[in-house]
Protein backbone atom coordinates (compact mmCIF):
# COMPACT_ATOMS: atom_id res chain seq x y z
CA UNK A 1 0.00 0.00 0.00
CA UNK A 2 1.31 3.54 -0.86
CA UNK A 3 2.00 5.92 2.06
CA UNK A 4 -0.51 8.14 3.25
CA UNK A 5 -0.05 12.24 3.13
CA UNK A 6 -1.00 13.77 6.51
CA UNK A 7 -1.88 17.53 6.31
CA UNK A 8 -1.62 19.46 9.75
CA UNK A 9 -3.11 22.67 9.71
CA UNK A 10 -2.65 23.69 13.67
CA UNK A 11 0.16 26.02 15.91
CA UNK A 12 3.53 25.20 16.66
CA UNK A 13 4.32 23.98 20.14
CA UNK A 14 8.69 24.27 20.49
CA UNK A 15 8.32 22.35 23.73
CA UNK A 16 7.39 18.92 21.53
CA UNK A 17 4.56 18.04 22.97
CA UNK A 18 1.50 19.90 21.46
CA UNK A 19 0.76 21.24 18.11
CA UNK A 20 2.12 20.06 15.00
CA UNK A 21 5.14 18.81 16.74
CA UNK A 22 3.30 16.36 18.38
CA UNK A 23 1.02 16.06 15.10
CA UNK A 24 4.11 15.23 12.87
CA UNK A 25 5.35 13.16 15.08
CA UNK A 26 2.28 10.94 15.24
CA UNK A 27 2.08 10.77 11.63
CA UNK A 28 5.88 9.21 11.09
CA UNK A 29 4.90 6.82 13.93
CA UNK A 30 1.86 5.83 12.44
CA UNK A 31 3.06 4.72 8.97
CA UNK A 32 2.11 8.19 7.27
CA UNK A 33 3.80 11.20 5.25
CA UNK A 34 3.61 14.17 7.52
CA UNK A 35 2.93 17.50 6.17
CA UNK A 36 2.22 21.19 8.38
CA UNK A 37 0.43 24.16 7.75
CA UNK A 38 1.31 26.84 11.03
CA UNK A 39 -1.29 28.78 12.02
CA UNK A 40 0.28 30.32 15.10
CA UNK A 41 4.02 30.71 16.44
CA UNK A 42 3.55 30.02 20.30
CA UNK A 43 5.72 30.32 22.92
CA UNK A 44 5.57 27.00 24.88
CA UNK A 45 7.07 24.89 27.75
CA UNK A 46 5.62 22.05 29.78
CA UNK A 47 4.77 25.09 32.01
CA UNK A 48 2.46 27.13 29.90
CA UNK A 49 1.99 29.26 27.20
CA UNK A 50 3.78 32.72 27.44
CA UNK A 51 2.95 34.18 23.81
CA UNK A 52 1.40 33.64 20.62
CA UNK A 53 2.04 35.21 17.58
CA UNK A 54 -0.48 34.13 15.10
CA UNK A 55 0.26 33.73 11.50
CA UNK A 56 -1.96 36.12 9.40
CA UNK A 57 -4.70 34.80 7.24
CA UNK A 58 -3.67 35.51 3.81
CA UNK A 59 -0.20 33.65 4.81
CA UNK A 60 -2.01 30.67 6.16
CA UNK A 61 -4.05 30.56 2.96
CA UNK A 62 -0.73 30.89 0.65
CA UNK A 63 0.63 27.93 2.71
CA UNK A 64 -2.54 25.62 2.17
CA UNK A 65 -2.89 27.08 -1.93
CA UNK A 66 0.82 26.17 -2.42
CA UNK A 67 0.88 23.09 -0.61
CA UNK A 68 -2.51 21.72 -2.19
CA UNK A 69 -1.93 22.83 -5.89
CA UNK A 70 0.89 20.76 -5.83
CA UNK A 71 -0.01 17.32 -3.29
CA UNK A 72 -1.80 15.13 -2.69
CA UNK A 73 -3.13 14.91 1.12
CA UNK A 74 -5.11 11.61 2.16
CA UNK A 75 -6.25 12.65 5.67
CA UNK A 76 -6.15 16.47 7.32
CA UNK A 77 -5.87 17.12 11.58
CA UNK A 78 -7.38 20.69 12.00
CA UNK A 79 -5.95 22.00 15.77
CA UNK A 80 -5.47 25.42 16.92
CA UNK A 81 -6.68 28.12 14.45
CA UNK A 82 -6.15 31.20 16.83
CA UNK A 83 -9.26 33.45 15.26
CA UNK A 84 -11.50 33.82 12.60
CA UNK A 85 -9.36 34.72 9.75
CA UNK A 86 -7.65 31.60 9.97
CA UNK A 87 -10.63 29.62 9.94
CA UNK A 88 -12.17 31.38 7.68
CA UNK A 89 -8.41 30.68 5.09
CA UNK A 90 -9.00 26.83 6.00
CA UNK A 91 -12.75 26.77 5.33
CA UNK A 92 -11.87 27.96 1.91
CA UNK A 93 -8.79 25.22 1.18
CA UNK A 94 -11.53 22.40 2.51
CA UNK A 95 -13.67 23.98 0.12
CA UNK A 96 -11.61 24.57 -3.10
CA UNK A 97 -9.69 20.97 -2.83
CA UNK A 98 -12.23 18.89 -1.40
CA UNK A 99 -10.30 18.19 0.80
CA UNK A 100 -11.03 14.27 2.48
CA UNK A 101 -10.80 12.79 5.99
CA UNK A 102 -10.96 16.27 7.86
CA UNK A 103 -10.82 15.43 11.79
CA UNK A 104 -10.93 18.53 13.34
CA UNK A 105 -9.77 18.51 17.47
CA UNK A 106 -11.83 22.00 18.12
CA UNK A 107 -9.04 23.04 20.16
CA UNK A 108 -9.93 26.14 22.64
CA UNK A 109 -7.89 26.02 25.79
CA UNK A 110 -4.23 24.70 26.58
CA UNK A 111 -3.94 22.08 29.18
CA UNK A 112 -2.20 25.08 31.09
CA UNK A 113 -5.52 27.80 30.87
CA UNK A 114 -4.24 29.77 28.39
CA UNK A 115 -6.48 30.56 25.39
CA UNK A 116 -5.57 29.36 21.83
CA UNK A 117 -8.58 30.54 20.32
CA UNK A 118 -10.25 33.84 20.66
CA UNK A 119 -13.85 33.36 22.64
CA UNK A 120 -15.06 35.47 19.54
CA UNK A 121 -13.73 32.50 17.04
CA UNK A 122 -16.08 30.06 18.58
CA UNK A 123 -19.25 30.84 16.67
CA UNK A 124 -16.79 30.56 13.22
CA UNK A 125 -15.45 26.96 14.66
CA UNK A 126 -19.42 26.38 15.07
CA UNK A 127 -20.88 26.85 11.99
CA UNK A 128 -18.06 27.32 9.31
CA UNK A 129 -15.73 24.08 10.54
CA UNK A 130 -18.14 21.67 12.54
CA UNK A 131 -20.22 20.88 9.80
CA UNK A 132 -17.45 20.05 7.00
CA UNK A 133 -15.25 18.16 8.89
CA UNK A 134 -16.04 14.30 8.52
CA UNK A 135 -14.70 14.07 12.80
CA UNK A 136 -14.97 16.05 15.47
CA UNK A 137 -12.78 15.33 18.73
CA UNK A 138 -13.89 17.77 21.24
CA UNK A 139 -12.68 17.63 25.25
CA UNK A 140 -15.85 17.93 28.01
CA UNK A 141 -15.38 21.91 28.06
CA UNK A 142 -15.20 22.36 24.25
CA UNK A 143 -18.19 20.43 24.03
CA UNK A 144 -19.85 22.49 26.18
CA UNK A 145 -18.47 25.53 24.46
CA UNK A 146 -19.62 24.48 20.69
CA UNK A 147 -23.36 23.52 22.22
CA UNK A 148 -23.30 26.80 24.55
CA UNK A 149 -24.37 24.13 27.57
CA UNK A 150 -22.63 23.58 31.15
CA UNK A 151 -19.67 21.17 31.26
CA UNK A 152 -21.35 17.33 31.72
CA UNK A 153 -18.99 14.94 33.43
CA UNK A 154 -20.90 11.60 33.29
CA UNK A 155 -21.28 9.13 30.38
CA UNK A 156 -24.97 9.44 29.72
CA UNK A 157 -25.11 13.20 29.97
CA UNK A 158 -21.79 12.91 27.51
CA UNK A 159 -24.06 11.15 24.73
CA UNK A 160 -26.90 13.24 24.82
CA UNK A 161 -24.21 16.31 24.41
CA UNK A 162 -22.49 14.07 21.23
CA UNK A 163 -25.99 13.77 19.95
CA UNK A 164 -26.31 17.62 20.18
CA UNK A 165 -23.33 17.95 18.50
CA UNK A 166 -24.39 15.78 15.67
CA UNK A 167 -27.54 17.85 15.33
CA UNK A 168 -25.81 21.17 15.13
CA UNK A 169 -24.37 19.34 11.71
CA UNK A 170 -21.10 17.25 12.73
CA UNK A 171 -20.84 13.94 10.73
CA UNK A 172 -19.35 12.05 13.52
CA UNK A 173 -18.38 13.22 17.14
CA UNK A 174 -15.70 11.37 19.54
CA UNK A 175 -16.45 13.01 22.49
CA UNK A 176 -13.38 12.57 25.11
CA UNK A 177 -13.14 11.88 28.76
CA UNK A 178 -10.10 13.18 29.61
CA UNK A 179 -11.30 15.46 32.07
CA UNK A 180 -13.22 12.47 33.78
CA UNK A 181 -12.58 10.77 36.96
CA UNK A 182 -11.52 6.96 37.83
CA UNK A 183 -9.91 4.43 36.70
CA UNK A 184 -10.68 4.18 32.86
CA UNK A 185 -10.86 7.23 30.18
CA UNK A 186 -14.01 6.82 27.91
CA UNK A 187 -14.28 8.47 24.95
CA UNK A 188 -17.93 8.41 22.94
CA UNK A 189 -17.96 8.10 19.49
CA UNK A 190 -21.86 9.19 17.96
CA UNK A 191 -22.18 8.91 14.46
CA UNK A 192 -25.17 10.74 12.44
CA UNK A 193 -27.08 6.90 12.40
CA UNK A 194 -27.43 7.50 16.14
CA UNK A 195 -24.67 4.84 16.61
CA UNK A 196 -22.70 4.91 19.75
CA UNK A 197 -19.27 3.32 20.51
CA UNK A 198 -17.33 3.38 23.72
CA UNK A 199 -13.77 3.82 23.86
CA UNK A 200 -12.65 2.67 27.15
CA UNK A 201 -8.40 3.02 27.93
CA UNK A 202 -6.89 2.36 31.40
CA UNK A 203 -6.59 5.77 32.90
CA UNK A 204 -2.57 6.11 33.31
CA UNK A 205 -1.79 7.74 36.67
CA UNK A 206 0.54 10.54 34.89
CA UNK A 207 0.61 14.47 35.24
CA UNK A 208 2.20 14.34 31.96
CA UNK A 209 -0.78 14.70 29.54
CA UNK A 210 0.51 17.60 27.37
CA UNK A 211 -0.92 16.88 23.80
CA UNK A 212 -3.15 14.11 24.51
CA UNK A 213 -5.68 15.39 22.33
CA UNK A 214 -3.59 16.45 19.23
CA UNK A 215 -1.58 13.03 19.37
CA UNK A 216 -5.42 11.11 19.31
CA UNK A 217 -6.68 13.33 16.57
CA UNK A 218 -3.44 13.07 14.88
CA UNK A 219 -3.30 9.18 15.15
CA UNK A 220 -6.53 9.13 14.34
CA UNK A 221 -6.15 10.78 10.90
CA UNK A 222 -3.28 9.27 9.61
CA UNK A 223 -4.96 5.84 10.80
CA UNK A 224 -8.62 6.06 8.86
CA UNK A 225 -7.30 5.97 5.79
CA UNK A 226 -5.90 2.98 6.38
CA UNK A 227 -8.11 0.97 8.02
CA UNK A 228 -12.26 0.19 7.01
CA UNK A 229 -13.74 2.85 8.77
CA UNK A 230 -13.03 5.65 11.75
CA UNK A 231 -14.25 2.70 14.55
CA UNK A 232 -11.14 0.96 13.72
CA UNK A 233 -9.64 4.25 13.04
CA UNK A 234 -9.97 5.48 16.70
CA UNK A 235 -9.64 2.14 18.79
CA UNK A 236 -6.02 1.67 17.47
CA UNK A 237 -5.69 5.24 18.11
CA UNK A 238 -6.79 5.47 21.26
CA UNK A 239 -4.45 2.43 21.69
CA UNK A 240 -1.58 4.22 20.61
CA UNK A 241 -2.22 7.07 22.53
CA UNK A 242 -2.44 5.16 25.98
CA UNK A 243 0.95 3.42 25.54
CA UNK A 244 2.46 7.12 24.53
CA UNK A 245 0.78 7.90 27.74
CA UNK A 246 2.28 4.84 29.67
CA UNK A 247 5.94 5.88 28.84
CA UNK A 248 5.34 9.76 29.20
CA UNK A 249 7.45 9.72 32.77
CA UNK A 250 10.38 8.49 31.07
CA UNK A 251 10.98 11.84 29.03
CA UNK A 252 12.52 15.32 30.74
CA UNK A 253 11.14 17.41 28.73
CA UNK A 254 10.31 20.32 31.45
CA UNK A 255 9.18 20.75 34.76
CA UNK A 256 5.15 21.19 34.61
CA UNK A 257 2.65 19.31 32.77
CA UNK A 258 5.21 17.05 30.28
CA UNK A 259 4.58 15.40 26.97
CA UNK A 260 3.26 11.91 25.74
CA UNK A 261 5.99 9.46 24.66
CA UNK A 262 5.58 9.03 20.74
CA UNK A 263 7.50 5.69 21.47
CA UNK A 264 7.85 5.02 17.47
CA UNK A 265 10.70 3.01 17.26
CA UNK A 266 9.22 -0.11 19.29
CA UNK A 267 5.66 0.77 18.09
CA UNK A 268 6.95 0.69 15.04
CA UNK A 269 8.49 -2.85 15.60
CA UNK A 270 5.08 -4.35 17.38
CA UNK A 271 7.25 -4.21 20.49
CA UNK A 272 4.74 -2.78 22.67
CA UNK A 273 5.53 -2.92 26.22
N1 LIG B 1 -4.52 9.87 32.23
C1 LIG B 1 -5.02 9.34 31.11
N2 LIG B 1 -4.92 8.00 30.89
C2 LIG B 1 -5.42 7.45 29.77
N3 LIG B 1 -6.01 8.16 28.79
C3 LIG B 1 -6.14 9.49 28.96
C4 LIG B 1 -5.65 10.15 30.11
N4 LIG B 1 -5.90 11.50 29.98
C5 LIG B 1 -6.50 11.65 28.80
N5 LIG B 1 -6.67 10.45 28.18
C6 LIG B 1 -7.22 10.22 26.85
O1 LIG B 1 -6.56 11.15 26.01
C7 LIG B 1 -7.41 11.57 24.95
C8 LIG B 1 -7.51 13.06 24.98
O2 LIG B 1 -8.43 13.38 25.98
P1 LIG B 1 -8.61 14.77 26.70
O3 LIG B 1 -10.01 14.81 27.17
O4 LIG B 1 -7.50 14.93 27.69
O5 LIG B 1 -8.39 15.74 25.47
P2 LIG B 1 -7.90 17.20 25.42
O6 LIG B 1 -8.24 17.92 26.70
O7 LIG B 1 -8.42 17.76 24.15
O8 LIG B 1 -6.37 17.04 25.28
P3 LIG B 1 -5.39 18.28 25.08
O9 LIG B 1 -5.20 18.78 26.45
O10 LIG B 1 -4.18 17.69 24.48
O11 LIG B 1 -6.06 19.29 24.20
C9 LIG B 1 -8.72 10.82 25.19
O12 LIG B 1 -8.71 9.61 24.46
C10 LIG B 1 -8.70 10.52 26.68
O13 LIG B 1 -9.53 9.45 27.01
C1 LIG C 1 0.08 24.77 19.57
C2 LIG C 1 -0.79 24.03 20.51
N1 LIG C 1 -1.83 23.31 20.04
C3 LIG C 1 -2.62 22.62 20.89
C4 LIG C 1 -2.39 22.63 22.25
C5 LIG C 1 -3.32 21.89 23.17
O1 LIG C 1 -2.67 20.88 23.89
P1 LIG C 1 -2.77 20.79 25.48
O2 LIG C 1 -4.23 21.01 25.82
O3 LIG C 1 -2.29 19.45 25.84
O4 LIG C 1 -1.96 21.92 26.07
C6 LIG C 1 -1.28 23.40 22.71
N2 LIG C 1 -0.96 23.48 24.02
N3 LIG C 1 -0.51 24.08 21.82
Known amino acids: MRTCNILSIAGSDPSGGAGIQADLKTFSALGGYGMAVVTALTAQSTAGVAGVQEVPAEFVGSQLETLLNDARVDAVKIGMLANTGVIRAVVKALDA ?88 STDLLVTPDGLTETFSAERIATRNTHGTGCTLSSAIATLRPQRRNFSEAVREAKDYLTEALRHADELDAGRGKGPVHHFHRLWAAGERA
Open 97 to 184: YELPCVVLDPVMVAKSGDRLLSPDAIDAVRTELVPRADLITPNLPEAAELLGENERHDLSSMREQAERLVELGATRVLLKGGHLSGQS
